[in-house]
């Protein structure tokens, strides 16, 4: 049985934000916020900065990296932040890379290299994106069975968690971080894929 809510079809269910299927649009999806943090004015505006913010500053060809905001959307259930819903070529909806690893679906090299992949695009692009974790990245199959990473939450472009976050300023700092946070994620996918 399909796990749903307010008779949305659920997608994902984050710590913050619960997303669903966009009934009226399949290439959509509806993020809603879990309670949002009265101090940033909710991850969903948060997300929607951090979007206009990539929008000035990533080239055209290294959009299917990332999953587009569209914008706020008034619905009978609240507002939620309208966005891209990442699909295989064949249609079927992608989930996040922690449920693809639990399952197993697919082996530590396509996933790393997807991930390498990933890295190059952000480094090229010179984006302060550190949190790469398993539930803001989702494995996208192309129609030769090809496997990307796709990015569906940007909040760290925009987000300052160090008082004075020079890692967002300087560029090779940036480059640093960056690598370190990519090298951390390919250790934790060959660690969950461990044999036995």
Same mark, same amino acid.
């Given at each position: 049985?399909?796990?749903? =809510?307010?008779?949305?079809?659920? $997608?994902?269910?984050? /710590?913050?934000? /619960?997303?669903?299927? %966009? +009934?009226?649009?399949?290439?959509?999806? $509806? *993020? #809603?916020?879990?309670?949002?943090? +009265? !101090?940033?004015?909710?991850?969903?505006a948060v997300e929607l900065a951090a979007h206009a913010w990539l929008a000035t500053r990533l080239a055209d060809h290294d959009w299917p990296w990332f999953a587009r905001c569209r914008g706020p959307l008034r619905t009978p259930h609240g507002k939620a932040l309208q966005c891209a819903r990442v699909r295989h070529a064949d249609g079927r909806d992608a989930v996040d890379l922690q449920t693809c690893l639990a399952a197993r679906r697919y082996d530590a090299d396509t996933l790393c290299a997807a991930a390498e992949r990933l890295q190059a695009v952000v480094l090229r692009n010179r984006l302060p994106l550190f949190d790469v974790n398993l539930m803001n990245l989702v494995?996208?199959? %192309?129609?030769?069975?090809?496997?990307?990473?796709?990015? &569906?939450?940007? *909040?760290? $472009?925009?987000?300052? *968690?160090?008082?004075? +976050?020079?890692?967002? =300023?300087?560029?090779?700092?940036?480059? !640093? *971080? &960056?690598?370190?946070? #990519?090298?951390? $994620? !390919?250790?934790?996918? !060959?660690?969950? /894929?461990? +044999?036995?």
């Amino acid at each position: 049985m399909s796990d749903t =809510w307010n008779g949305y079809r659920v $997608l994902a269910r984050g /710590l913050n934000r /619960l997303v669903v299927a %966009d +009934p009226d649009d399949p290439e959509a999806c $509806l *993020k #809603f916020e879990n309670g949002g943090d +009265p !101090r940033s004015g909710g991850h969903n505006a948060v997300e929607l900065a951090a979007h206009a913010w990539l929008a000035t500053r990533l080239a055209d060809h290294d959009w299917p990296w990332f999953a587009r905001c569209r914008g706020p959307l008034r619905t009978p259930h609240g507002k939620a932040l309208q966005c891209a819903r990442v699909r295989h070529a064949d249609g079927r909806d992608a989930v996040d890379l922690q449920t693809c690893l639990a399952a197993r679906r697919y082996d530590a090299d396509t996933l790393c290299a997807a991930a390498e992949r990933l890295q190059a695009v952000v480094l090229r692009n010179r984006l302060p994106l550190f949190d790469v974790n398993l539930m803001n990245l989702v494995p996208r199959e %192309d129609a030769s069975g090809g496997v990307e990473l796709v990015c &569906v939450d940007v *909040k760290s $472009l925009v987000q300052r *968690k160090e008082a004075l +976050p020079l890692s967002h =300023w300087i560029a090779p700092l940036r480059a !640093r *971080k &960056v690598r370190r946070r #990519f090298a951390r $994620l !390919r250790r934790r996918i !060959r660690e969950a /894929l461990q +044999p036995g």
